[in-house]
């Protein structure tokens, strides 16, 4: 009897909630707030960035960046972090970088790290040839991170620039799992 009457109970709050959203709706006013809360953006003191598998063939090389956010975070950005180099204060020419995405907001979160590929020829011939040193990550709260470019020094690479491969999630390198 007394579960009956419990469940009898809890059916008729349940019934009198979405009699009231109805009428709310009807009446043109804002439902009630999502209980699930939006994810914030993420800072830059909110993410780590790491380098690695380094691919040094005769014509191009290869490197991977991954991003962590550090522990208890939870952040989002888009799937095209913007990602700038720079050479030398004296070279004027800006070095091309093309990021492919493919739409979305991105979760980061620290069991679930972001990467990506970062492509670049070497050059031939001098002309061919531009210099980069650093790497700057910006957030979409536009904080940033400059760093070397892989390591430290000055880098000759074909002037074409340097081409990132869409931002994949996952433990593990490779494993293709992809965030809304």
């Keep these: 009897m007394r579960t009956s009457i ?82 030398r204060p004296s070279q004027k020419k800006p070095i091309p970088v093309q990021i492919d995405g493919r739409g979305g907001t991105l979760i980061l979160r620290p069991d679930s790290p972001l990467h990506a590929t970062l492509f670049y020829a070497m050059p031939d011939t001098k002309p061919d040839t531009i210099e980069v040193s650093t790497l700057t990550l910006a957030m979409p709260d536009k904080t940033s991170r400059v760093t070397d470019f892989l390591y430290p020094g000055v880098q000759d690479i074909y002037s074409g620039g340097v081409s990132i491969t869409s931002w994949t999630t996952g433990i593990g390198l490779g494993e293709g799992e992809q965030s809304d």
């Design 6 to 87: 419990r469940l009898a109970t809890a059916l008729g709050a349940v019934g009198a909630s979405l009699a009231a959203a109805t009428a709310a709706s009807a009446v043109g006013a804002a439902p009630a707030a999502s209980t699930t809360a939006s994810v914030r953006p993420c800072t830059i003191n909110d993410v780590s960035f790491y380098f690695g598998g380094l691919t040094a063939g005769l014509g191009q090389r290869s490197f991977d960046l991954t991003l962590l956010a550090h522990d208890g975070i939870t952040c989002s950005l888009s799937d095209t972090p913007l990602i700038t180099l720079a050479g």
